[in-house]
């Protein structure tokens, strides 16, 4: 069981990029999938998650608006289309598995890391 997330970069502020979530051994939509960031110094936040069982997404405040979560189950990939990036969301992300977007993310990939600097 793994997952891979990949498509972090360096952009401009304003700038967008999208990561993607893969995974090896396990099918993707099968679960919940959440997209975490951690900045140096700062805490792990979960920024998006899009439900096993209904496909509804969720979004932290800061990001709400500006990031997207979808999935592509024919590819047994998810995304997270960021726009309008800020130095703010300069951080490693990660994508993670759970069975619910509430309950606890047992499988994790390594991270990508995404800088926006001017």
């Known amino acids: 069981v793994q997952l891979q997330a990949s498509g972090g970069g360096s952009v401009l502020p304003g700038g967008s990029l999208r990561l993607s979530c893969v995974a090896s051994?396990?099918?993707?939509?099968?679960?919940?999938i959440g997209w975490f960031r951690r900045a140096p110094g700062k805490e792990r936040e979960r920024v998006a998650c899009?439900?096993?069982?209904?496909?509804?997404?969720s979004y932290a405040d800061s990001v709400k608006g500006r990031f997207t979560i979808s999935r592509d189950n024919a590819r047994n990939t998810v995304s997270l289309e960021m726009n309008s990036l800020e130095p703010d969301d300069t951080a490693t992300y990660y994508c993670?598995?759970?069975?619910?977007?509430?309950?606890?993310?047992?499988?994790w990939g390594q991270g990508t890391l995404v800088t926006v600097s001017s």
């Open positions: 899009v439900s096993r069982s209904d496909g509804r997404t």
């Open positions: 051994g396990f099918t993707l939509k099968d679960y919940a």
């Open positions: 993670a598995a759970a069975p619910e977007c509430h309950l606890s993310h047992k499988y």
